[in-house]
């Protein structure tokens, strides 16, 4: 591998990177390897055929694409380690030439880390609360429980009631047009939950099976889609089916049912679970708040665009995989608030800078406050993970990589920081392994 380097504006550097086929020939072993797992080669069981069999079947390119995620974060990585570098964030990778058995090159830009002058922690003020748990809050805990354990027995000869579960079709119209994807068959309505849309619920009360009603309602103001927020939409409906829920009593009996002895005891649990959620709540909104004051008082050369966009793209993905755990498409999301992806990312900006900035003072801070981890605290955090993820081969390979050990380093660093942080300003006390004061002595005894 051979490369070279660039300086550009903003702290940015840009690497040109060649890598010889010599140097990433295990690259492709591997990527033909994957390749034939989920590829039927005739003769072969899954994952068993040789290199050259998969390459006759597949072709060198596609084994070659295959593993260009590995070759170019291999080299990238040793690139910046010989330059003795401090980046941050993720590079921009633009590929300049990629043949079989040829020299692959590569351009990689990549943010060098500005300077930053932290503020006096001792001058930063933030207060912790903790709101505190109530008796109604237990309660309404347990009638959530009642109402997941509630029988819905059909009951199409009533009118409906503010307790009853609906089954309706519905359409929605804006200007008497109707709304992309505003159309809803076999739709389940809780007439006791507050609908999304206010109001909603109520127009369903008194109605009867198969009865077809029009109403009119405003859509809320900050509904994620922007097309349809504060507007005025037309509604038809019909009532398929109604079902009265019948909620358990409150008693002992339910307590059993959800795994508890008594009702006294689920009142316990519930108490017990509630104080916790109030103090994590109470904990992140501090640290939220100690953060933004901290960003708000530090002084930092111009922040490069490459560490803005490194941070858009991972609130980008981080985005995706909530809508995909939730079943949505990101394609379908971006349809249903009108925007194109690129509009997305500059949506992003300000919230990317200041987690970019974010970014910046933790190691600023990691630095002068001598806080950083060790080898054997880094191994005992992979050890758990891969405990916790054993039947996940491929999470366990990217485990093994150095970059992805120096990732996990960084993420343990800055919950350090955070909690160094909280010391100084919330005067919570300090655990003995946040800041290492025999630095000189543990060195010696890694060698």
């Known amino acids: 591998m051979s490369y070279t380097t660039k300086k550009l504006e903003k702290s940015q550097i840009e690497f040109t990177i060649t890598v010889k086929p010599q140097d990433y020939e295990k690259h492709l072993k591997k990527a033909a390897q994957r390749i034939s797992t989920r590829t039927k080669i005739k003769g072969f069981r899954p994952g068993k055929a040789s290199y050259e069999i998969v390459k006759k079947e597949v072709g060198a390119m596609n084994i070659l694409n295959e593993a260009l995620e590995q070759i170019v974060q291999e080299s990238f990585y040793q690139a910046v380690k010989k330059e003795n570098l401090d980046t941050i964030g993720m590079p921009k990778i633009k590929i300049d030439k990629i043949v079989p058995d040829n020299d692959l090159v590569y351009q990689a830009i ?5 300077k930053v002058k932290l503020p006096d922690i001792s001058k930063i003020k933030v207060e912790k609360k903790v709101k505190p748990v109530e008796e109604k809050h237990i309660d309404e805990v347990i009638e959530n429980l009642r109402k997941m354990q509630a029988k819905e027995i059909i009951k199409n000869d009533k009118k409906t009631t503010a307790e009853d579960k609906l089954i309706i079709d519905m359409d929605m119209f804006l200007d008497n047009v109707p709304i992309d994807g505003g159309q809803a068959k076999d739709y389940q309505v809780y007439l006791s939950e507050p609908h999304y849309i206010p109001g909603f619920d109520k127009q369903l009360i008194g109605l009867s099976k198969d009865e077809e009603k029009e109403f009119e309602l405003n859509f809320p103001k900050n509904h994620y889609q922007k097309h349809l927020a504060g507007k005025n939409v037309k509604f038809k409906i019909k009532v398929k089916d109604i079902y009265e829920r019948q909620l358990p009593e409150l008693s002992d009996e339910l307590a059993k049912n959800l795994g508890q002895e008594s009702l006294a005891k689920l009142r316990e649990l519930i108490n017990s679970n509630l104080i916790k959620e109030a103090e994590d709540k109470a904990n992140q909104k501090a640290e939220i708040e100690i953060l933004d004051a901290i960003i708000e008082k530090t002084n930092f050369e111009e922040i490069p665009d490459v560490l803005i966009d490194a ?14 755990r939730n079943g949505i498409a990101i394609e379908q999301y971006l349809s249903d608030i009108k925007k194109k992806e690129k509009e997305l990312f500059d949506d992003f900006k300000d919230q990317a800078e200041k987690r970019a900035k974010a970014a910046l003072i933790s190691r600023q801070t ?5 806080i950083h981890i060790h080898d054997e605290e880094i191994d005992k955090e992979i050890k758990m993970m891969e405990q916790m993820y054993k039947e996940h081969p491929d999470f366990l390979e990217n485990l093994r990589k150095p970059e992805v050990r120096d990732t996990i380093a960084m993420t343990m660093q800055n919950r350090k920081v955070i909690q160094w942080f909280r010391h100084k300003i919330l005067g919570e006390p300090l655990a003995e392994d946040v800041i290492h004061k025999h630095d000189d002595e543990h060195k010696q005894k890694e060698k």
Do not use: H
Request: proline residues 4%; hydrophobic residues 40%; aromatic residues 8%.
């Open 110 to 114: 990549v943010a060098l880390l500005p």
């Open 311 to 324: 941070e858009k793209e991972k609130m980008f993905y981080e985005l995706k995989k909530d809508l995909e």
């Open 366 to 370: 990691a630095i002068e406050q001598n």
